[in-house]
């Protein structure tokens, strides 16, 4: 069982890590052993990455000190050498890390150059997306990467419960859309077509981190922008295409957008205002947010919504 929220802010920036994280609080139940965000700030010039050099549970033991600040100083050399000039560089937790650089180059290389380093795995790249994913309910994760401080124009956030895989990083969402800049998707359901679509994919040059169907909806969807649909048409696409359970939402630098499949039995409400649109598997993660119940509508089968900042 996991559970999935989105906010998009029609009025400009808030206190998108608060707000992300009070929704994704109040769903605990639905998943407390990991909780992760992609999280959309106004565009910089500088890309940021978010990297990780190792899993949590690696974290502390023998030598990985050590290892460690190996691959991060083989992870800046790299940097240096693809021409990415690195601005700023930290970790909250010694394992996960955030960088910012000025490069004006094909991500597809930095990522596959980067993920070389052993241990390495990209979270995120792009202008205005960063992917922050870790074990524990929202708060523990928000108070571990300082989210709090975080403002922004949109997120989308999932918490999992772990089921069928094991409780890492690598199987928590969301799901950067490799190689592209600014995608992100969460997804409650499964892909009974996963197989077929992650062979297709390959074979266009793709690589995934995980054997979780909720990134290739995130590569997929990213493939249709990058041919030129826009991601309403990505998305309806997207229906036909799939096959399965599922209800899933899907950010960009710009956009917001949720879709069911056509028997929409994963649930997804939301409410909508003049500034402000909400959504999240439970009615009780929407009252978390704006402090009061409202009035909230399902989504209905095949039905797929995006919003713009």
């Given at each position: 069982m996991c559970g999935i929220a989105g906010i998009i802010h029609r009025d400009g920036p808030s206190d998108m890590g608060v707000e992300i994280t009070k929704m994704l609080q109040s769903m605990k139940h639905r998943g407390p052993d990991s909780t992760g965000y992609a999280l959309y700030s106004e565009p910089d010039d500088l890309v940021a990455i978010r990297f990780m050099l190792a899993e949590p549970r690696e974290y502390g033991g023998f030598g990985i000190a050590e290892r460690l600040e190996r691959s991060r100083a083989e992870v800046e050399s790299r940097l240096a050498k693809i021409g990415a000039d690195l601005a700023t560089i930290h970790s909250d937790t010694g394992y996960a890390f955030r960088a910012t650089v000025r490069y004006d180059g094909d991500l597809k290389p930095l990522a596959d150059?980067?993920?070389?380093?052993?241990?390495?795995?990209?979270?995120?790249?792009?202008?205005?997306?960063?992917?922050?994913?870790?074990?524990?309910?929202?708060?523990?994760?928000?108070?571990?990467?300082?989210?709090?401080?975080?403002?922004?124009?949109?997120?989308?956030?999932?918490?999992?419960?772990?089921?069928?895989?094991?409780?890492?990083?690598?199987?928590?969402?969301?799901?950067?859309?490799?190689?592209?800049?600014?995608?992100?998707?969460?997804?409650?359901?499964?892909?009974?077509?996963?197989?077929?679509?992650?062979?297709?994919?390959?074979?266009?040059?793709?690589?995934?981190?995980?054997?979780?169907?909720?990134?290739?909806?995130?590569?997929?969807?990213?493939?249709?922008?990058?041919?030129?649909?826009?991601?309403?048409?990505?998305?309806?696409?997207?229906?036909?295409?799939?096959?399965?359970?599922?209800?899933?939402?899907?950010?960009?630098?710009?956009?917001?957008?949720?879709?069911k499949d056509e028997m929409a039995a994963k649930p997804l409400v939301l409410f909508e205002s003049d500034d402000l649109v909400v959504m999240a598997s439970e009615e009780m993660a929407i009252s978390a947010l704006v402090g009061r119940e409202v009035e909230t509508r399902d989504p209905l089968e095949r039905e797929v919504l995006t919003w713009q900042v």
């Open positions: 150059y980067l993920e070389d380093v052993p241990g390495c795995e990209v979270l995120s790249l792009g202008s205005s997306l960063e992917i922050v994913k870790d074990l524990g309910d929202a708060n523990t994760v928000m108070e571990q990467y300082s989210l709090d401080r975080i403002r922004g124009t949109h997120a989308i956030g999932h918490v999992r419960m772990a089921t069928e895989s094991d409780v890492d990083l690598a199987s928590a969402h969301p799901y950067w859309a490799y190689p592209f800049a600014d995608v992100a998707v969460v997804h409650n359901g499964q892909l009974t077509n996963y197989h077929q679509w992650r062979r297709r994919l390959e074979r266009s040059g793709h690589r995934f981190q995980s054997e979780c169907d909720s990134e290739i909806i995130a590569v997929y969807l990213a493939e249709k922008l990058e041919e030129g649909s826009d991601l309403e048409t990505a998305m309806r696409c997207s229906l036909d295409d799939f096959d399965g359970v599922f209800t899933y939402l899907v950010a960009t630098g710009s956009e917001l957008g949720v879709a």
